[in-house]
């Protein structure tokens, strides 16, 4: 499936990847492959509805992500998130070896985590993947000696796993993609003290952070305050000054924030009714989101898909 994407006055065709086109496995939402790009066999500008984990084996290229480019090398972990548009770019003669891990966030259930005591650990799971882009590329995940070898050893064995089918596979990957996840965690921990983030602010920001990329992948859940509270072992008292110090929004101002940009790409993407577009992003009540997304953008969900409608089709006379 393709889109029409424009930025910057230029018009790009953005495939659609699908999670049926790579998870084969209708067991586990999960996949993984080694590949090496060069300049005659770049992959396709293109988004996806899975999180896709990068590991850059060897090499480096530009990584050209959501219309800006950043450079990438050995050693770097990150992750896409669905609707993320993305590609890679060498130089003549160069090129890069990197190991996809392709996965839902079904994959590990949150009892699974809540149970083993590791929820509250793995921040990089709950943050690196849900920073701002620009953020995000400029202080990626890089890793050196043991902890490249052990992640490249991690995912080799996945790999190995994943060809062989071997009885027990499936238990198996998905312990060592926790396994995968808590050590990227502590990385990601390491290079946050090694930059000197250890204040009483920057442990407000981290906080945040990890709260928004919660809510980013539950954005269709009934989520209260009480709830965040537990999980995050902060008072509400607590949660609501420094979220409010930090985004100078409320909790509940960006839970709806998340919903309507998830219900704004739903509406340009697809032909689904405006009712089933409201239950999809965690609305009840078709007439309250209707109010909330008039409210927020200025147009009803309908005008709203009109009015995207006419820019792809003129975009598409373009090219």
């Known amino acids: 499936m393709m889109k029409t994407e424009a930025k910057k006055g230029i018009v790009h065709m953005v495939n659609l990847l699908r999670q049926s086109q790579f998870m084969k496995d209708k067991q586990i ?68 070896e990197i190991i996809n891990c ?22 990089y799971y709950y943050v690196h993947p849900f920073l701002n882009p620009r953020e995000r590329f400029h202080h990626r995940l890089n890793l050196m000696g043991q902890a490249s070898n052990h992640v490249l050893t991690l995912l080799e064995a996945m790999i190995s ?32 003290n090694k930059e000197k983030k250890s204040s009483r602010s920057a442990n407000h920001t981290i906080l945040v952070r990890r709260i928004t990329g919660f809510l980013e992948r539950h954005f269709d859940k009934k989520m209260t305050i009480p ?22 929004q409320t909790v509940t101002e960006r839970i709806h924030d998340i919903r309507i940009e998830r219900a704004k790409q739903y509406l340009t993407e697809g032909d ?34 009109d009015l995207h409608g006419e820019v792809l089709e003129n975009a598409q006379e373009i090219q």
């Open 29 to 96: 939402p999960f996949s993984i492959n080694r590949c090496f790009h060069h300049q005659d066999n770049m992959p396709t500008v293109h988004s996806h509805d899975f999180i896709e984990l990068v590991y850059v084996v060897s090499g480096q290229a530009d990584h050209v992500f959501e219309g800006e480019s950043y450079q990438i090398q050995t050693g770097d972990v990150f992750i896409i998130n669905p609707g993320e548009v993305h590609t890679y770019c060498t130089k003549p003669g160069e090129g890069i």
């Open 102 to 123: 392709l996965f839902t966030p079904e994959l590990i259930q949150e009892s699974l985590l809540k149970e083993l005591g590791v929820s509250q650990s793995m921040d």
């Open 161 to 192: 796993e994943w060809e062989h089918h071997r009885p027990g596979y499936l238990p198996l990957i998905k312990l060592q993609m926790l396994q995968l996840l808590i050590l990227l965690s502590r990385c990601y921990s390491d290079s946050m």
């Open 227 to 248: 709830d965040l509270c537990e999980l995050f072992n902060v008072s509400s008292r607590q949660l609501n000054r420094v979220f409010k110090q930090e985004t100078n």
């Open 272 to 305: 689904e009714k405006v009712i089933h577009v409201a239950q999809r992003v965690g609305y009840e009540d078709p007439a309250f989101f209707t109010q909330l997304f008039r409210r927020r953008v200025g147009c009803s969900p309908g005008q709203y898909r």
